[in-house]
């Protein structure tokens, strides 16, 4: 079992829709918690970043983080055509050890106008 | 600043060739990392250094695969010899660890490098 699961999709939604993207995980130690946004040919670039629990907000994109339920979440609201990319989630523990972040599978979006 | 800078963007070889791949760090940053990315399997993590010293290389998929960060500002993952099983996106990120009260682990990738072995 990996220890970051993430759907890769492609998930497919009209301009304007909200999106939910997703990842559970097994490790209980984690403590970081990041979104980063991958388009074509590019490098992943980071979207959101959290710590610990609880939610952060960003003009259209809001990070949730249930720890109890190992589960994060990325909304995306009123999506735009140039939201369509790869959103891959990662997460770390506390520094103090290591930089090492363990990065989901990705989810390919597309918003179609 | 310029951020993570790759070398080649691309690169075409045929099998059994050596292949070098070269990253340019962000000034400053104490870890680097080199990743592996394909359809089928992700993002990987193959090596990672903190101050030049090499810190965690279980991803390495075997004896073909190294990686050298001769100093600061410069870093080599080789591969000798290449098999078309290695075609994929290689990307080479780094961070600065913070000391602060709360730590960040933020990486900054670069571009990558593209890698067809045929």
């Known amino acids: 079992q990996k220890e970051v699961e993430q759907d890769p999709g492609p998930l497919s939604v009209p301009e304007g829709a909200i999106v939910s993207l997703n990842c559970t995980y097994s490790?209980?130690?984690?403590?970081?918690f990041m979104w980063y946004r991958q388009y074509s040919r590019k490098g992943p670039e980071l979207l959101m970043y959290?710590?610990?629990?609880g939610n952060k907000e960003d003009g259209r994109f809001t990070a949730q983080v249930d720890k109890s339920s190992k589960y994060i979440s990325l909304f995306i609201r009123d999506s735009q055509p140039s939201d369509s990319a790869t959103y891959l989630c990662a997460m770390s523990r506390p520094s103090g050890n290591t930089g090492k972040l363990i990065f989901g599978q990705g989810t390919t979006l597309q918003v179609k106008p | 600043d310029a951020g993570v800078i790759q070398s080649p963007r691309h690169e075409v070889t045929e099998m059994g060739q050596e292949v070098t791949l070269r990253c340019k760090p962000i000034?400053?940053?104490?870890?680097l990392f080199w990743y592996r990315q394909t359809m089928m399997r992700g993002l990987e993590l193959l090596i990672y250094?903190?101050?030049?010293?090499?810190?965690?290389d279980s991803g390495m998929p075997e004896d073909r695969f190294s990686a050298k960060m001769p100093n600061a500002s410069f870093s080599t993952l080789k591969i000798q010899p290449s098999e078309p099983r290695d075609s994929a996106v290689y990307f080479c990120?780094?961070?600065?660890?913070?000391?602060?009260?709360?730590?960040?682990?933020?990486?900054?990738f670069g571009a990558g490098t593209r890698l067809s072995v045929l």
């Open positions: 990120a780094s961070s600065l660890r913070d000391r602060g009260r709360i730590a960040k682990n933020i990486q900054y």
């Open positions: 490790n209980s130690a984690f403590q970081y």
């Open positions: 000034s400053g940053h104490d870890y």
């Open positions: 959290t710590y610990s629990s």
């Open positions: 250094f903190n101050n030049n010293v090499p810190i965690d």
